[in-house]
């Protein structure tokens, strides 16, 4: 746990389930348990999991400039947000490039909640909000759990009024076993999920309570590495995993653009405003890479880093690689030249396995977003 300076209150739950618990933004992290990574990702796809997700950097920016402020700093129009909605942006610098992707959550009028990920965000927010009439309170007492898969709603409506009406990317200020929290309805996993942001003095109890209580629709502790294997399958990209700050360009600085990540999507309709902006429309069609899926000829996982080949030359790079127990599929994130980006394209993995391969569309699992969308 060496480097951590932020300290999650349920890191003797975390120990009693087998984890070191390894440094992840600044927390120690239960990376993995003593169980088997398998059961915990079947258990996320067809019952419901338990993650302790605490080491995302949770942020309050209030104020009268607060709304400016992150319309300018993120790719989304944060002015149509309203009390009890979120969504998901991306965070570039001046050169258009990804440095940090985000939720941001809309709390009251002149109030945000902002998630941040692993990367510079946070930072870049602090620095653009000198100066201005808008207060930056980092919240490390708000811890974050999130319960996913198809159970995780039958399990909270006992609990929780109205849960079954709360839509996708909202969130609402309620109480679970006696203790005030605010649910919101996402996650990280590709399933129907919600996140439960509650008091450090309270998490231990609602750790404990959610899996007493949960054990009959057979929720169980997930460890963070069983994300690893959720995200290959739903495309979720994980900073700097999937990023040039881990597989760099020669002679070139680090960064991404969103075309080459596929995030394009998180830029709002008409939205021309926004740091990076010039560089991001500039860059649309000057992709040196696209992520892609690859389907791997193997029962075993293809390893971050490994090369993907064809006709005997390097044309990408696999980024997380993960077997899935329920399809029996080996699949894969992969940054992948812009010629072999498409479905079908030939490959070989070269690295901790020998296998051949070939592209393929992203997500793998409910690429139609059906799950996490789903009503009632």
């Known amino acids: 746990m060496a480097n951590s300076w932020r300290i999650s209150a349920l890191a003797d739950r975390h120990r009693a389930l087998g984890s070191n618990l390894e440094d992840w933004n600044g927390m120690g992290t239960a990376w993995t348990y003593s169980g088997d990574l398998a059961d915990q990702h079947e258990a ?45 942006a991306a965070i570039l610098n001046e050169d258009g490039k990804f440095i940090d992707d985000c939720i941001v959550y809309r709390t009251g009028p002149n109030a945000f909640m902002v998630v941040h990920g692993s990367g510079t965000g946070y930072e870049r927010l602090v620095r653009s909000a000198q100066g201005r009439q808008v207060a930056v309170l980092f919240d490390d007492d708000l811890h974050d759990l999130s319960l996913q898969g198809p159970a995780a709603v039958d399990f909270l409506a006992e609990h929780v009024p109205g849960i079954r009406d709360l839509p996708y990317f909202h969130h609402l200020q309620t109480r679970l076993f006696g203790r005030p929290v605010t649910i919101s309805r996402t996650g990280y996993t590709g399933e129907r999920g919600y996140e439960i942001f509650c008091k450090a003095a309270d998490a231990p109890f609602i750790w404990d309570t959610v899996l007493d209580k949960g054990a009959a629709f057979g929720i169980i502790p997930c460890a963070f590495t069983a994300l690893d294997w959720l995200r290959v399958e739903s495309y979720l990209l994980f900073f700097p995993y999937d990023n040039s700050e881990m597989y760099p360009f020669a002679n070139e600085k680090a960064g991404d653009t969103l075309w080459e990540l596929g995030l394009d999507f998180t830029v709002s309709p008409g939205k021309t405003e926004f740091c990076g ?55 894969a994130i992969a940054r992948l030249d812009v010629d072999y980006a498409r479905p079908g394209a030939p490959l070989e993995v070269r690295g901790r396995i020998k296998a051949r391969a070939s592209a393929a569309e992203l997500p793998f699992d409910d690429p139609e977003k059906k799950k996490r969308t789903a009503i009632g």
């Open 44 to 88: 996320i796809r067809t019952k419901a999991g338990l993650m302790d997700v605490s080491g995302l950097k949770k942020v309050h920016y209030v104020g009268p400039h607060a709304e400016s402020l992150l319309n300018w700093a993120t790719t989304r129009d944060v002015s149509k947000l309203y009390p009890g909605k979120s969504v998901y």
């Open 277 to 331: 902006a010039g560089e991001h429309f500039r860059l649309q069609g000057k992709e040196r890479f696209k992520i892609f899926g690859v389907l791997v000829d193997s029962t075993e996982a293809a390893n971050g880093g490994d090369p993907l080949w064809n006709d005997g030359k390097q044309v990408g790079v696999v980024t997380c690689g993960m077997v899935s127990r329920l399809t029996g599929r080996s699949m």
